[in-house]
Nanobody
């Protein structure tokens, strides 16, 4: 069965950086779109970043210019480099992958990112 697992979350001061990783296992096909979402307490899950098969990326408005998504050649591991972190970036971050559409398909269990002032 396909499983996704995030790693790299933790505590960081405002202005600092973190690098999240997502590893996929058990998949029987290559994903065509991978991404990251986040959810803060009391808020709905929102898109952070996504990357499609052609290498095209998309970012949520609140993170554009600060975060960067990338993937390995095998498309089974992808990353979220987070720079210039702000307290409002505090959330549980989830990785996501699907054959066609971002926000569908498979999800990781989440990793906590906490940014202190």
């Amino acid at each position: 069965q396909v499983q996704l697992k995030e790693s790299g979350g933790g505590l960081v001061q405002a202005g600092g950086s973190l690098r999240l990783s997502c590893a996929a296992s058990g998949n029987r096909f290559k994903f065509n779109v991978m991404g990251w979402y986040r959810q803060a307490p009391g808020k709905e899950r929102e898109l952070v970043a996504g990357i499609a098969g052609g290498g095209v990326t998309t970012y949520g408005d609140s993170v554009r210019g600060r975060f960067s998504i990338s993937r390995d050649r095998a498309w089974n591991t992808w990353f979220l480099q987070m720079n210039s972190l702000k307290p409002e970036d505090t959330a549980v971050y989830y990785c996501n992958a699907d054959l066609r559409s971002l926000g569908q398909g498979f999800w990781g269990q989440g990793t906590q990112v906490t940014v202190s002032s």
